[in-house]
């Protein structure tokens, strides 16, 4: 499957963006879908994922209750709704396909990955 990711952009604090992933090629609706981010000089670090069905999610701590995943597969597609952002959450956000069986939790478990897309929080 390949993935385009789209959406960051320059938001004050406080502000909101939300990222778009479209998937193309295998079937989309058997991946679960993550996204990622890396910061400079810090390691990649799962934000948030969804199961293939959307029956399951999960969220990093740093961004429960702001942040929000969810996935039309009808449209192949995976969303990232971010409210509330902090400078904090400036980096490169990167969304990605988990295939039916891996482990969706950890980034071993995904096997293709978007371009990534600049998210730049500014106080």
């Known amino acids: 499957v390949q993935l385009q990711a789209s959406g960051g952009g320059l938001v004050q604090a406080g502000g909101s963006l939300r990222l778009s992933c479209a998937a193309s090629?295998?079937?989309?609706?058997?991946?679960?879908m993550g996204w990622f981010r890396q910061a400079p000089g810090k390691e990649r670090e799962l934000v948030s994922a969804?199961?293939?069905?959307?029956?399951?999610?999960h969220y990093a701590d740093s961004v429960k209750g702001r942040f929000t995943i969810s996935r039309d597969n009808a449209k192949n597609t995976v969303y990232l709704q971010m409210n509330s952002l902090k400078p904090e959450d400036t980096a490169i956000y990167y969304c990605?396909?988990?295939?039916?069986?891996?482990?969706?939790?950890?980034?071993?478990?995904?096997?293709?990955w978007g371009q990534g897309t600049q998210v730049t929080v500014c106080s």
């Open positions: 969804i199961w293939w069905s959307g029956s399951s999610t």
């Open positions: 090629g295998q079937a989309f609706s058997s991946y679960a």
């Open positions: 990605a396909a988990s295939p039916f069986g891996s482990n969706w939790l950890m980034s071993r478990g995904y096997v293709s």
